[in-house]
């Protein structure tokens, strides 16, 4: 008997209770108002509990069993299911549980050891046998369900109340395991079957997967899936991707072989989607990316990497880099064969002379190449695009300042008039792309020598395509190298700008002096520190021309004084008025050129000796001069005897017959090409001003930090000097700044040097 006396404070209750014949209190509450009332709540049992019928459990039993032998047998159940929960429920609460339980089990486990007899069969192929076992255990699982629904009571109340016990379910699977699934031969067969089909599909045979994926799952379910099938499954696709990996490595190309790679990863896990364990995945994976890639990396590379970036096959670099992340070790080789294929790519365009003329452009073409594969292929991956950086900077200081004097001829190229292949557009994008080859040259000064010399010459003889694209380029190299790089190179943009001013003032000049002449005088004033350095050439001049020289010397030299003007024949121009048989002609030539020609107007043949005597110009020169003059495209004198060369014994005469459809004719300056020897002087300047720059730095330091060994001043000077230099060349300039007294070594101590105040 249950008594409740908890006080409720909300409200007030007192029970009433009265007693009815079958033993049964009913109890009413009246809420009472008052407060302080006793509470009470009686529940009382049954007196009398009602008994079992004699031999109930039994034919209750009885009638269960039959039940289950008819699931078992798959034959019709004669009472009603609703019946048969209702005896159980019965059984159960009259405390028959544990018995009934053990009789169910006893029933289900004769009835499983009874189906192993099946499997004994030797006769059976084993698709059959396979078909066979997930037959049985399908019946197993359906019988196991039904089972368990008659018996829901049993499984609910006391199957849960006992820890210990498997529930119903879980006993089915627990005795098919045991007997049936555990058995030593039976799981062989089944596990050899399910491997077979397999083998089969993967030779590229149809096999049925829902079967597969039957089998599978009853093992996953049985929890024996890991060791019987697992273990086995991955040993077996070890042995098989591994020797296919060693055979197909050595029949197929790498790009064949990629795609066959591919197919395969894709078909593997196509399988764990269909029918393998999820938990399969990883181990399944990593053992086929190893035995078709990890295990072949470097061969792969060697035997393939070279063509496919050769014929920038863009789709299978970008699989192999795809393929090559997901194993171990994959990347950084293929990463270190990418920077080794640029070195030596890039090594031949720059380490080959033959290729000098073509040098810049196939520089340009690779790097565009090998941005596209960066970019498309490696995902724009930091660390290639790292190495593809440090590969250039390697490859193109192999061969010290050649490359550097043939960038800024390219870019002469670029921006000289009559360069019409690129718009205003392209040309700057030509640019920003020569910029980036730029950075990768560690000696600039010879860059900035050369680009000096010839943007002097497209200054002077007005031969620049766009003044925009100059100041664009000047902009860039101020932006990449800073002020003190660009600042000569600006000094001749403002010299040119300076000379326009001066010209205006010095026509007016002209104006108001008596006699006008009828020569027409345009005078560029050079400030000497900013401009190439010009070898200075004697000529004789016609009286005209001296005589406008002195009248602008006076005028310049009134504004300026303490100045002083040196005047450079070899830069000069003309516009000759010619007159021929077919009519008057314009012939704009250089200096040298006007010379030669304007001889003629003195006497109607002359001898290479005689015009070398009347016009002062040195041999080499005035032979390239007549050359243009009388065995170029433009005639306009004649070359006795006739030939290609001048010789010394030629003669030369006006051609009055000279015809051609332009009015104004440009012949070509021979003499504004570059020679060999301007060529020398030009490095052999850039190497002058190195060994200043040394001396410079060296005092710099020294002054600085008073006393200093040998080691560490030339590990300063490596980390202040702005080009490439030889410990030896250093040793040099240290040896000749003691000569000179600026330092000296220390008495005791041979390898530290004082600074000398």
Known sequence: MAEDTRQDKRASFSAITEHNTNGMARTSAVASSKSGASKKLVIKNFKDRPKLAENYTEDTWLKLRDAVSAIQNSTSIKYNLEELYQAVENLCSYKVSPTLYKQLRQVCEDHVQAQIKQ??????????????????????????????????????????????????????????RTHIVSDTAVQKRTVDGILEQIELERNGETVDRSLIRSLLGMLSDLQVYKESFEERFLIETNRLYAAEGQRLTQERDVPEYLHHVAHRLEEENDRIMSYLDQSTQKPLINCVEKQLLGEHITAMLQKGLRTLLDENRVTELGLLYQ???????GLPTLLQFWRDYIKSFGGEIVC???????????????????????????????????????????????????????????????????????????????????????????????????????????????????????????????????????????????????????MIQFKQYIQNQSGPSNIELTVNILTMGYWPSYIPMEVHLPPEMVKLQEVFKLFYLGKHSGRKLQWQPTLGHAVLKAEFKEGKKELQVSLFQTLVLLMFNEGEEFSMDEIRAATGIEEEELRRTLQSLACGKARVLNKNPRGKDVE??????????????????????????????????????????????????????????????????????????????????????????????????????????????
């Open 119 to 176: 499997f004994r069969e030797e006769s059976l192929d084993n698709l059959s046998f396979l078909k066979r076992m997930n037959r049985c255990w399908q019946d197993h699982c359906r019988q196991t369900i039904m089972i368990r629904s008659i018996f829901l009571f049993l499984d609910r109340t006391y199957v849960l109340q006992n820890s210990l016990l498997p529930s119903i379910w879980d006993t089915g699977l627990e005795l098919f």
């Open 323 to 329: 393929l090559f992340s997901k194993v171990k070790g």
């Open 352 to 502: 080959t002379p033959e290729k000098d003329k073509d040098m810049v452009q196939d520089l340009l073409d690779f790097k565009d190449k090998m941005d596209n594969v960066a970019q498309m292929c490696f995902t724009r991956s930091e660390g290639f695009i790292n190495a593809m950086k440090e590969a250039f900077e390697t490859f193109i200081n192999k061969r010290p300042n050649k490359p550097a004097e043939l960038i800024a001829k390219y870019v002469d190229s670029k921006l000289r008039a009559g360069n019409k292949e690129a718009t205003e557009e392209e040309l700057e994008r030509i640019l920003d792309k020569i910029m980036i080859i730029f950075r990768f040259i560690h000696g600039k000064d010879v860059f900035e020598a050369f680009y000096k010399k010839d943007l002097a010459k497209r200054l002077l003889v007005g031969k620049s395509a766009s003044v925009d694209a100059e100041k664009s380029m000047l902009s860039k190299l101020k932006h990449e190298c800073g002020a003190a790089f660009t600042s000569k190179l600006e000094g001749m943009f403002k010299d040119m700008e300076l000379s326009k001013d001066i």
């Open 648 to 757: 010394d014994g030629d003669r030369f005469n006006f051609n009055n017959d000279f015809k051609h459809k332009l009015f104004r004719i440009k012949i070509n300056q021979i003499q504004m090409k570059e020679t060999v020897e301007e060529q020398v002087s030009t490095t052999e300047r850039v190497f002058q001003d190195r060994q200043y720059q040394i001396d410079a730095a060296v005092v710099r330091i020294m002054k600085m930090r008073k006393t200093l060994s040998h080691n560490l001043l030339v590990s300063e000077l490596y980390n202040q000097l702005k080009f490439p230099v030889k410990p030896g060349d250093l040793k040099k300039r240290i040896e000749s700044l003691i000569d000179r007294d600026y330092m000296e070594r220390d008495k005791e101590t041979p390898n530290q040097y004082h600074y000398v105040a």
